[in-house]
């Protein structure tokens, strides 16, 4: 049972991969210790090359009915390991009160391929705990948040919990996100038994 843990930040060592490097330990706690590690994946996607949606052809290309992006990079990979996670955490930085660009390109190719199969998306009901860290003034993890939501929302997949941070509520935030990340990992596997 994996967890996708999809971080967005050019920073190793920023609030970002420390909201998701707290994620992770949940998740590992979820586990046991025996299993540490084995149900969890981190994908940077600033690691990774995923452009922005091209809008092929008149709006809608191979997305629409095909439900895959013609646009070869790396989505097709990433899109397949997606869809095999059985939840995700999705960290964002706030840039401009928004995901940042990684984050978006992602998830705006991401939500077309999956959001015109409806119930049957690769996503439905999933879980996601969306972060929006905001690390300079503080603002725009509201307007960040509910574009993550509306994602959320247009893919199927369940608002597990939204969680804004900044610098000044890191220290409690993280606490949060570990216990957000180990209880949907516990809520998963005590569904399947
Ligand atoms: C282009 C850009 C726009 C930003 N916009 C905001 C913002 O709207 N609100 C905010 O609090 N911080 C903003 N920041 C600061 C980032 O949220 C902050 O650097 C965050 O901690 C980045 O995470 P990191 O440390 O993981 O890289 C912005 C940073 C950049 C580079």
Redesign the pocket.
């Given at each position: 049972m994996k967890v996708l843990i999809f971080s967005s930040?050019?920073?190793d060592d920023?609030?970002?991969?420390a909201c998701a490097s707290a994620a992770a330990e949940g998740v590992k706690i979820a586990s046991g210790v025996k299993m540490a590690g084995g149900e969890v994946e981190a994908v940077n996607l600033n690691d990774l090359k995923v452009g922005m949606c091209q809008a092929c052809e008149n709006g809608w290309g191979t997305c629409l009915e095909g439900h895959t992006c013609q646009t070869e990079d790396d989505f097709q990979e990433l899109h397949a390991r997606t869809l095999g996670a059985a939840a995700y955490v999705l960290v964002s930085?706030?840039?401009?009160?928004e995901m940042s660009e990684s984050a978006k390109a992602f998830t705006d190719r991401l939500r077309r391929c999956e959001a015109t199969r409806n119930e049957e998306s690769g996503l439905y009901r999933k879980p996601v705990i969306a972060v929006a860290?905001?690390?300079?003034?503080?603002?725009?993890?509201i307007t960040c948040l509910a574009s993550m939501e509306r994602w959320i929302e247009h893919v199927r997949a369940r608002k597990f919990d939204l969680i804004p941070v900044?610098r000044w509520s890191r220290e409690y935030k993280l606490v949060t996100i570990r216990a957000a990340a180990e209880a949907m990992l516990k809520e998963l596997k005590g569904a399947s038994g």
């Open positions: 930040s050019p920073n920023g609030l970002t991969a930085p706030v840039y401009w009160g860290a905001a690390g300079g003034s503080g603002g725009g993890m900044n």
